[in-house]
Nanobody, 124 residues
Framework: QVQLVESGGGLVQAGGSLRLSCAAS????????MGWFRQAPGKEREFVAA????????SYADSVKGRFTISRDNAKNTVYLQMNSLKPEDTAVYSC?????????????????WGQGTQVTVSS
């Protein structure tokens, strides 16, 4: 079955960096657009970033543009999220997701497979 497993979360001070990874199995990775979403306590899940099947197109939420970078390695079936200049408001559970769209979807309903998530906590 399809599995998406995130790693790389943790506790970091404001201004610091983290790199999240999401390893996929059970699917033909290169046929799926990949996205990162996050959910803070008491809030709705929100879009963070997405990348097309080939990696040639990316999309970012305005709140992370210029600070976060999404990338993928189709040979390793892995998608990454490099997070720099972290802020306390970035604190959330970060989840990766897979979509068979040929574009870079930014809404949760376009994603079929989801990982369990990894906690990111940014202290002030």
């Amino acid at each position: 079955q399809v599995q998406l497993v995130e790693s790389g979360g943790g506790l970091v001070q404001a201004g610091g960096s983290l790199r999240l990874s999401c390893a996929a199995s059970g699917l033909t990775f290169s046929r799926y657009a990949m996205g990162w979403f996050r959910q803070a306590p008491g809030k709705e899940r929100e879009f963070v970033a997405a990348i097309s099947r080939s990696g040639g197109t990316t999309s970012y939420a305005d709140s992370v543009k210029g600070r976060f970078t999404i990338s993928r390695d189709n040979a390793k079936n892995t998608v990454y999220l490099q997070m720099n200049s972290l802020k306390p408001e970035d604190t959330a559970v970060y989840s990766c997701a897979a979509s068979d769209s040929s574009l870079v979807p930014t809404t949760t309903r376009r994603y079929y497979y989801w990982g369990q998530g990894t906690q990111v906590t940014v202290s002030s």
